[in-house]
């Protein structure tokens, strides 16, 4: 496992852009899943991008408007968010998880690390 430190989130009018940040910190010897979740209130936490040194894959919700990076050399995972829609308001977290075969990237419950989760809010 390794431990999450999301930040960036922030206020921001509709049409806006923000970029989240989150710092990985333990065993970052291996090669892991990495990936960003959020959840509304009163809604299910939902997948909204991974990458991986196999692939990178987004929700179709945020294709075009979001985009998912790290710098592995500081152990960092990015997604730079534009085009932002009220309906993106949510808590936004990080997670990851060993790269293993079969492994289900886009299931919240595959994940065995998280953050503590960086709250966007987006005004119309």
């Known amino acids: 496992q390794v431990n999450l430190v999301e930040s960036g989130g922030g206020s921001v009018q509709a049409g806006g852009s923000l970029k989240l940040a989150c710092v990985a910190s333990?065993?970052?010897?291996?090669?892991?899943?990495m990936a960003w979740f959020r959840q509304a209130p009163g809604k299910e936490r939902e997948w909204v991008a991974t990458?991986?040194?196999?692939?990178?894959d987004y929700a179709d919700s945020v294709k075009g408007r979001f985009t998912i990076s790290q710098d592995k050399g500081k152990n960092t995972l990015f997604l730079q968010m534009n085009s932002l829609k009220p309906e993106n308001t949510a808590m936004y977290y990080c997670?990851?998880?060993?790269?293993?075969?079969?492994?289900?990237?886009?299931?919240?419950?595959?994940?065995?690390?998280w953050g503590q989760g960086t709250q966007v809010t987006v005004s119309s």
């Open positions: 997670a990851a998880n060993r790269v293993v075969g079969g492994f289900r990237w886009q299931n919240k419950d595959a994940y065995n690390s």
């Open positions: 333990g065993d970052t010897s291996r090669s892991y899943y």
């Open positions: 990458i991986s040194t196999i692939l990178t």
